[in-house]
């Protein structure tokens, strides 16, 4: 074993360490289901900025993005970013502080099916069992993309097999998550939020540098295109930058409703509803909102300047199986790997294993995040809101913490496949939540009329339609080519509206709490 290799080693045993130390330091704070699950409301305004953009943002801000960027996507990254960037700063504009309010008003509501169930006065607990159902679906799929990133990550850097990787991915996460609570993936998450922006940041510029200055740089990224499309590289990266290059009308639109899906994300407007206070949620928006943006350059850099700088230290990605023979060139790896690739040739052992930590930390901040929003889904919609409703705190927890094994052990069934997409996976769970729940969000803030009947409508259609859109092919008909999150978010709030419209009998008490929650001073 060399000592490049221990000093990766190094590097990553003291970060997973510490995230673990941080689950251990806050079992002590769970004293009941509302600081396992919000904190008891008391996360202050960075921790909550950071940990809501560091658990959107998952492995494929620094994997995902930068592996499509580098095989031509350049176009698709910018629209896609944008789309993101707007959604964020618009989700945090109208939904933060009148979420925060709304669950506070509508039974100090800490779950996202519990503030439906309240808001609606749901007494059939139909529209709770279908939101704890698709929550759970959806952040399977969610989670599996973490732990396949975590695999792609151990593979890459320590050449592990892909299987291990995943087992020490789950197992960290597992730890810190089950013992720690909501203030233990808050705080891991706000550690990860840093680290990926100093990251990003810092190599974005050293390769701007290391390529001669910014205009030398993009000679050489406009050189390796066109090599790439002259077939220089191989098959395999020449379609994929032919497929990169037609870019344009729907596929803008598709990127671009990337931004419609922070409305309806659980675990990220959760974090809305554990801000320490509505004073606080200004600051915070911006906070999270310039990290947005930072880090989407860094992304949009990395993944296109990786192209030149990898190749002048003999890496090329993205050949797939081919047996391609490029001079100069002596390794080869996938595509989605371009930012840990670049991090190994940039710094010296140790400092580059601290700054790939930033990948496992994108990728153990969405799957803690998920699988906390998932696990009080089960535990305090279905166990004690359903099945026991005399359930103490303990048992309630007890519930909860099991709910995230046994997602954790479905997502990693669902990861074990190492051709898997974290894009892919990302993509599919995040038109899911977008479409089903996004529309839900809005019309339960700004809408009066808004009734159970309308809600568990909208819910089935929008799940419905994300499903049948994202499993038919562009080749039935073109308008199939259009991301599912659209169509589904749309449909959604037609039935949504039009069922609450036909609904004639509208709970009084519920108005009455509604006009409540709108008077409520700021």
């Known amino acids: 074993m060399d000592s490049a ?57 620094l994997m995902g993005l930068p592996g499509l960027c580098y095989l031509g996507g350049v176009k698709e990254t910018f629209w896609t970013a944008l789309g993101l960037i707007v959604g964020t700063y618009l989700n945090w504009l109208f939904v933060a502080k009148p979420l925060r309010k709304c669950s506070i008003s509508f039974g100090d509501s800490i779950t996202i099916p519990e503030f439906f169930t309240n808001r609606f006065k749901d007494k059939s607990h139909i529209l709770s069992v279908l939101s704890v159902i698709f929550i759970v679906f959806f952040f399977t799929i969610y989670t599996a993309s973490g732990f396949v990133a975590c695999a792609k ?55 701007v540098f290391a390529l001669g200055g910014p205009g030398e740089a993009i000679a050489h990224v406009q050189s390796f295109d066109a090599r790439a499309l002259a077939n220089d590289f191989g098959e395999n990266i020449r379609k994929a930058f032919e497929g990169n290059a037609s870019y344009k009308g729907m596929s803008i639109a598709s990127a671009l409703a990337w931004g419609l899906g922070y409305f309806g994300m659980p675990h990220i407007i959760v974090r809305f509803m554990g801000i320490r206070s509505n004073d606080e949620i200004k600051k915070a928006r911006r906070i999270g909102t310039v990290w947005m943006v930072i880090s989407y350059i860094g992304t949009f850099l990395i993944g296109t300047l990786g192209t030149a700088y990898l190749l002048k230290h003999g890496v090329l990605l993205g050949t797939g199986a081919e047996n391609v023979v490029v001079e100069g060139v002596t390794e080869f790896g996938d595509a989605e790997t371009v930012f840990s690739a670049t991090m190994l040739k940039m710094y010296p052992a140790f400092i580059g294993g601290i700054f790939l930590c930033a990948i496992l930390a994108a990728s153990m901040s969405t799957a803690d995040s ?27 927890l007890n519930v909860s913490r099991f709910t995230v094994f046994i997602i954790a052990l479905v997502a990693l069934f669902l990861s074990l496949n190492p ?104």
């Open 5 to 61: 290799l221990i000093a990766k080693i190094i590097a990553f045993v003291l970060y997973l360490g510490f995230m673990i130390y941080i689950g251990l330091r806050n079992a002590s704070k769970n004293n009941n289901s509302s600081d396992f699950f919000l904190g008891g409301r008391k996360v202050g305004p960075w921790v909550t900025a950071l940990s809501a953009e560091a658990s959107d943002s998952s492995a494929w801000l």
């Open 153 to 207: 990550l151990f593979n890459s850097v320590f050449g592990l097999p892909y299987h291990a990787g995943l087992a020490i991915g789950l197992l960290v996460i597992l730890c810190y998550t089950i013992t720690g609570g909501y203030t233990a993936v808050c705080t891991t998450d706000f550690v990860q939020g840093t680290l990926i922006f100093v990251a990003f940041v810092i190599s974005a510029t050293i390769a």
């Open 370 to 396: 998920q699988l906390l929003a998932a696990s009080s889904a089960v535990g305090q919609d279905i166990y004690k809101g359903i099945i026991n409703k005399n359930a103490d705190e303990k048992t309630v």
């Open 419 to 522: 051709n898997s997409s974290i894009f892919g996976l990302v993509s599919y769970a995040w038109a899911g939540f977008g479409a089903t729940f996004g529309p839900l969000v809005l019309l339960a803030l700004y809408w009066r009329g808004m009734t159970a009947k309308g809600a568990i409508a909208g819910l089935v259609t929008g799940f419905a339609a994300v499903v049948l859109w994202h499993n038919l092919s562009a080749s039935v008909h073109p308008i199939f080519g259009l991301y599912e999150i659209l169509p589904g978010f749309v449909i959604c709030l037609v039935f949504s509206v039009l069922v609450s419209i036909l609904d004639k009998n509208k709970d009084a008490e519920m108005l009455k709490e509604y006009d409540n929650y709108k008077n409520l001073a700021d």
